[in-house]
């Protein structure tokens, strides 16, 4: 989670900064957060019992029904459905090594079979619903189903998921639908009724909850496999409720009035599935599931939810940041609602652009008077998720911040960069069922080692915490023995292309010059072309003022280069998207470099060959 922050007088929000000490041990540096961690849950459901008691008509989630009008379930109402689904769960014989499965997305089904599980100590795993409605072979989605064993595996509607059940479903594992049924061998796929678990009648389920502990497996998340195939991380009760008292004692004002979230996020991603669904829950607050998406044919339900419904803090990608930006700039009724009370921007998986943050900030001085802060910081799945925020001093693109109270971090030098390594509470025990990936995982001192690199922002101050460095796994050396850092360059691209680079793949390794497979957003490419809706991608990007556009791309990104490793030589556009078939697609929409490297092998050789008409040179 990297974002940047325009200076100035900013609505006030309650904000801690926690103290930190740094060491230095050899080469390696020592950063720990002095600030000591408050007391947490034993288990994280008992935020909803707690809630239940405490204001149980107060509204925990809602999501649009069929005629419109929000569907709202309080926190009495979903301890009582979490008591009856983990009971169902338990009557099954689900289990950690038969845990239940959700295929689907955001929904209220899915949100009370988390809580049920939960409270009975049955691990869940949500999956990325691409894998079923996106990808055609459903190669992935059976390993991890092979991978999981599950007791149970639920798909809010049979004929959407119908497909993907038939191909992976085995033999010995309950299918539970909320509606539709699944096409062709019925007798196979007769499933049980959403509706059917809520009348299952309590019994051995709130013995069940006594015993969950901090240790107890919450949920398995799946990492990205942004570099690797996906991993199953374990995140514990005990993980999930120490990330979100960091979460608390790093912006106290989450306590000082119950959230209020309007969120799309994906919950088979951490900061979807975790951060945010953890701030409402944890902080007895208000969770509105937004069906909307940033993109053009769903970004309308956003902005109606936003119309209606105002948060107190707002998390989004960079792409939603933009589109928001948009309709902000042109609707005065959106623009009273959504400022009406929120107090903190969060900017989800990269960085938001300078240019874009400069036009939401303008909106929100002309209209508020005041700058909304936008917060900075680093999380993973493994450390569910958060591990640093810039609640310093420093304010700029790439500051990620110090530790939050309770986390330990080591630097340690790999690959001429400073890799972060964590440690704390909210740090996974392991991969599920992976031995060796979890002990490579650990350095000797029981250190998290992410493969991310830091690097202070200051170093004759390195109490002021850390700027994101990139990836380690992902640097390469030119022939000439130089190092290309990706991480910084791929952000530069993407931030100077904007909006016309969707993502971009850096090229190089062990030639002589840089080079880029840039992912064009083709909805922008088009209008800048001029031709006509239906010309092609081939058109489209062959056209004169799309090449000029790169070409002029090029000559920015060369003006500040310092030597061969920040200099790019050429780029070639990609008329085919990444794809998740062949897994140059990440479930979060990421790219994974080494794969598009190896299947398009043949256009990074073109590209370098010297002769190919399609790639733009510097000049």
């Keep these: 989670m990297i974002a940047s922050q325009m200076p100035g007088r900013c609505r006030p929000v309650a904000i801690g900064r926690p103290q930190v000490s740094v060491r230095r041990e050899g080469d390696s540096w020592y950063v720990d957060a002095q600030t000591p961690l408050g007391d947490v849950p034993a288990r994280f459901t008992d935020c909803l019992v707690r809630g239940a008691r405490d204001f149980p008509e107060r509204t925990l989630v809602a999501r649009r029904g ?15 459905r979490a008591r009856r689904i983990g009971q169902a769960l338990l009557d099954r ?22 809580l049920g599980a939960m409270y009975a100590g049955v691990p869940y795993v949500p999956v990325s619903p691409a894998y079923s409605l996106v990808a055609t072979d459903f190669g992935r989605l059976r390993e991890l189903v092979a991978h999981l064993t599950p007791g149970a595996l639920y798909a809010s509607d049979g004929a959407a998921f119908g497909r993907a059940i038939a191909a992976v479903l085995p033999s010995d594992t309950e299918l539970i639908l909320d509606v539709g049924e699944v096409a062709g061998e019925v007798s196979r796929f007769e499933a049980t009724r959403f509706a059917a678990l809520l009348e299952t009648a309590p019994s051995s389920v709130d013995a069940a909850n006594a015993a969950v502990g901090p240790q107890t497996i919450a949920k398995f998340l799946f990492t990205s496999g942004s570099t690797k195939k996906p991993k199953a991380v374990v995140t514990t009760h005990g993980m999930w409720s120490s990330n979100q008292q ?8 989450f306590g000082e009035e119950p959230p209020v979230l309007v969120d799309w996020l994906p919950w088979n991603h951490t900061f979807g599935g975790s951060h945010n669904v953890g701030i409402a829950l944890y902080n007895g607050g208000t969770l509105y599931l937004d069906d909307g998406r940033p993109t053009p044919a769903d970004i309308g339900r956003t902005l109606a939810n936003l119309k209606e419904i105002a948060p107190t803090v ?3 990608i960079p792409k939603g940041w933009e589109m928001l930006t948009d309709a902000l700039e042109a609707d005065p009724q959106l623009r009273a609602t959504f400022f009406s009370r929120v107090k903190l ?15 939401l900030d303008a909106i929100a001085v002309r209209h508020c008077g005041e700058s909304i802060r936008i917060m900075t910081g680093l999380g993973m799945t493994e450390t569910s998720p958060s591990c640093t925020f810039g609640t310093g001093p420093i304010v700029r693109a790439g500051y990620v911040g110090v530790p939050a109270p309770g986390c330990q971090v080591k630097l340690v030098p790999v690959g001429g960069k400073l890799e972060a390594r964590f440690k704390g509470p909210h740090v996974m025990p392991g991969y599920w069922r992976m031995p060796s990936l979890t002990a490579e995982a650990f350095d000797d001192e029981g250190y998290y080692c992410t493969g991310d690199a830091l690097r202070f922002a200051d170093p004759a101050q390195p109490e002021l915490g850390f700027m994101f460095d990139g990836r380690i796994a992902e640097d390469f050396k030119l022939a000439t023995g130089t190092f290309v850092s990706v991480g910084p360059l791929r952000a530069k691209v993407i ?7 969707l993502d971009t793949v850096v090229t190089g390794i062990d030639r002589h010059a840089v080079g880029l497979l840039v992912f064009p957003r083709m909805e922008h490419c088009q209008v800048l072309s001029g031709l006509d809706a239906g010309a092609s991608a081939a058109q489209v990007l062959a056209s004169a003022p799309v090449r000029a ?8 990104l060369n003006a500040g280069s310092t030597g061969s490793s920040t200099e790019v030589a050429m780029l070639r556009l990609q008329e085919e998207p990444p794809s998740i078939d062949h897994r140059e697609l990440t479930d979060k929409g990421s790219v994974n470099q080494a794969a598009v490297l190896a299947r398009r092998a ?6 370098y060959g010297g002769g190919d008409q399609a790639t733009i040179r510097s000049q």
């Design 66 to 80: 069929p005629d419109g009008e929000w569907i709202r379930l309080s926190y009495a109402d979903m301890l009582e």
């Design 314 to 316: 707002y998390f989004n």
């Design 495 to 501: 931030s100077m292309g904007a909006p016309y680079v």
């Design 549 to 556: 556009f790169f070409a002029g791309l090029l000559r920015q």
């Design 246 to 253: 960091m979460l608390l004692q790093t912006f106290p004002f």
């Design 602 to 607: 043949a256009q990074v050789e073109a590209m």
């Design 345 to 359: 921007f969060f900017c989800a998986g990269a960085g938001l652009s300078q240019a874009a943050w400069d036009r």
């Design 93 to 114: 014989g689900l289990s950690a090594e038969r845990p239940l499965v959700i295929l689907s997305g955001n929904d209220l089904q899915h949100y009370q079979l988390a």
